[in-house]
């Protein structure tokens, strides 16, 4: 990494964890020059806005999401083996970066009109290829026969609220809460004497 890749990475770090705990709004591109120790003009020499900021934090969590995603029905497997798979990951992302997730999920609204359209078409990407598969899944008999738009909305939004109450510092990791979701989530929580 060069020292702009280097200055470029730590102002994204940074203003992700900002905008994780304060909100994007509360925070200025003066929080986050004071946290680096320089001014908010350097900032400018990287981004030309806090809005671009806020842009990149989300084009990195669903530009590689949707590539994964798509390597994943790419390698083949029965539906219900492709969408563990494609779950697990999803998962395993937010884990990652449980601030950029954070950000992702309740900054969306805040991006300007044109970098919103372009996330939300990635995203979009990203659910549909998903819902694919839960599609061929239900036409193989492997799912429910519930509407992918339905089915795929509420397992993905169940494994993107981990990053509202994981804790890295708790007992239980990634791999361990994505088990328990996907056990919840496929058999219910109907214990077998229900």
Same mark, same amino acid.
Request: net charge negative.
């Given at each position: ?7 470029? *990475? ?10 994780? !705990? ?36 989300? $084009? ?12 994943? $029905? ?25 601030? *950029? ?16 359209? !372009? ?9 549909? !290829? ?9 036409? *193989? ?34 791999? *361990? ?18």
């Amino acid at each position: 990494m060069t020292m702009v890749e280097d200055r470029r *990475a730590q102002i994204l770090r940074i203003a992700t964890r900002l905008f994780s !705990e304060k909100g994007y709004a509360r925070t200025t591109l003066d929080d986050v020059a004071a946290e680096i120790g320089f001014t908010k003009p350097a900032i400018y020499h990287w981004f030309d806005s806090k809005d671009q900021i806020l842009f990149e934090i989300h $084009r990195d969590i669903v530009e590689p999401a949707l590539e994964e995603v798509r390597q994943i $029905r790419a390698t083949g497997g029965s539906p219900t083996e492709q969408l563990r798979r494609i779950l697990t990951a999803h998962v395993e992302r937010v884990l990652l970066n449980v601030d *950029a997730n954070t950000v992702f999920a309740r900054e969306s609204a805040q991006l300007t009109t044109d970098r919103g359209e !372009e996330i939300r078409s990635l995203d979009g990407a990203y659910e549909h !290829e998903v819902r694919a598969v839960y599609a061929a899944g239900v036409a *193989a008999g492997e799912f429910a026969d519930i509407d992918p738009v339905v089915a795929i909305g509420t397992l993905l939004s169940a494994y993107s609220w981990v990053s509202q109450w994981y804790r890295s510092d708790g007992p239980l990791t990634g791999e *361990a809460i994505s088990g328990m979701i996907g056990t919840l989530l496929e058999s219910g929580y109907r214990g077998d004497g229900a």
